[in-house]
């Protein structure tokens, strides 16, 4: 069998189960042979085990087909995922990054470099609430030079993840990890005299609310967020009322963001962005100091 060959088998098996079952096919096929996907296209017609009568390609291969056919996402079969241009190491600890979290990634970068235009000196703090892998902080800080961040996550295991992706892109002197379920293991104080910034990607998911199968195998501590899904959400604004973060970045639904908005009267909404669906990005900045 050919590496075209396999593709396309791996393509036909995924495509009742999969959105992206070609895509799906060449990334687990990449992994299996420790190559690029560009690899596969300029070697599409070499055999896919040429050396070895016992076939060990074709059945690793096989296998992962089987696993993505029963929902888990192609992150964690390959244990890692490309984010606003940077890999990073994930597992069944996290939640896989998606690209609608480059919108609150990009909102931010824009954000720092407009005050940077007018205050070069402008260098805020960036705490980041429910880190997960550590995609979104790490990902700002690679666009923004000199500026530092707090990461802080609940899951022990998540924690080793993130730490494992900040020193992947070096990062150690940069970024400082705390395990926290949002602030209440946090010394506040810590923070007071830094200008905040401040995002969050929470469980936001409403308890009932039916989800694509392959969510299943990802963290639920990360997805839900009460009746509303608010829940979590309405912890931190009570728990950030004497921090003051000068912006506040939040990804949410649409229909949330009332009930968000409400707990902030300190704070102007400046705008909110598409990510996909009804998933905005939800930009706050206080009004005064």
């Not at 995924?14 to 070609?22: F, G, I, N, V």
């Not at 979290?101 to 609430?129: A, H, K, M, W």
């Not at 604004?237 to 970045?249: D, G, S, Y």
Request: proline share 6%; with cysteine.
């Amino acid at each position: 069998m050919t590496i075209k060959e396999a593709i396309l088998w791996g393509y036909e098996q995924l495509t009742p189960t999969s959105d992206s079952p070609r895509v799906d096919a060449e990334l687990l096929l990449a992994h299996v042979l420790k190559q690029s996907t560009t690899f596969l296209f300029t070697h599409d017609k070499e055999l896919l085990d040429p050396y070895s009568f016992f076939p060990i390609y074709w059945w690793s291969f096989k296998r992962l087909i089987h696993k993505r056919k029963q929902g888990i996402p192609v992150a964690y079969l390959v244990g890692h995922k490309e984010f606003y241009m940077f890999d990073f190491k994930v597992n069944r600890s996290v939640l896989v990054p998606r690209p609608d979290t480059e919108t609150l990634v990009e909102c931010v970068i824009e954000y720092i470099q407009g005050f940077r235009n007018q205050d070069s000196g402008f260098s805020p703090l960036l705490i980041d609430v429910g880190t997960g892998s550590g995609c979104i902080p790490i990902s700002i800080l690679k666009n923004v030079p000199e500026i530092h961040a707090v990461a802080i996550d609940v899951s022990r295991s998540a924690l080793r993840v993130a730490s494992s992706n900040v020193k992947k892109h070096h990062l150690q002197n940069r970024i400082e990890l705390f395990r926290s379920n949002l602030f209440d293991s946090i010394d506040m104080d810590q923070f007071l005299g830094h200008e905040v910034i401040l995002t969050a990607n929470l469980p936001y998911l409403p308890d009932k609310m039916e989800v694509k199968p392959e969510l299943t195998f990802e963290p639920s501590i990360s997805l839900y967020g009460g009746n509303d899904g608010m829940d979590v959400y309405r912890r931190l604004m009570n728990q950030i009322e004497m921090l003051r973060p000068k912006a506040i970045f939040l990804e949410l639904y649409e229909w949330q963001i009332g009930l968000i908005q409400s707990q902030f009267p300190g704070y102007e909404l400046k705008y909110t962005k598409t990510m996909s669906g009804d998933a905005r990005c939800l930009m706050l900045e206080r009004k005064s100091n």
